[in-house]
């Protein structure tokens, strides 16, 4: 079983950056596959990035390819979210999420989530 918790979320302007967090427990975390996914008011949840428990592998959404970087540091048992260059677009409820498989497809369905963290980007 994995927790997850999300933080750093906020309101910014358009063309600021942003770095979220996301605090683990549970046992073996640094075996897990994490990522992030994020809902935009009256649209579906979508898939943004997600980061292999090796760290090896590693994909991203094209809305914010070249703009966001996921990383985790197994020490702290946090997974981050670099946000760069924030669109009006990007604003949503943010969410971590971790699996014990690694899918690198945009149609990953993890099995733990977090309770989300809220981005407001300004234009």
């Known amino acids: 079983q994995v927790q997850l918790v999300e933080s750093g979320g906020g309101l910014v302007q358009a063309g600021d950056s942003l770095q979220l967090s996301c605090l683990a427990s549970?046992?073996?975390?640094?075996?897990?596959?994490v990522g992030w996914f994020r809902q935009a008011p009256g649209k579906e949840r979508e898939f943004v990035a997600d980061?292999?428990?090796?760290?090896?592998?590693?994909s991203y959404s094209d809305s914010v390819k070249g703009r966001f970087t996921i990383s985790r540091d197994h020490a702290k048992n946090t997974v981050y979210l670099q946000m760069n260059n924030l669109k009006p677009e990007d604003t949503a409820v943010y969410y971590c999420?971790?699996?014990?498989?690694?899918?690198?497809?945009?149609?990953?369905?993890?099995?733990?989530w977090g309770q989300g963290t809220q981005v407001t980007v300004s234009s």
């Open positions: 980061l292999s428990h090796s760290g090896v592998s590693t």
């Open positions: 549970g046992r073996k975390f640094s075996s897990y596959a």
């Open positions: 999420v971790a699996d014990t498989y690694y899918s690198g497809s945009i149609y990953w369905r993890p099995d733990y």
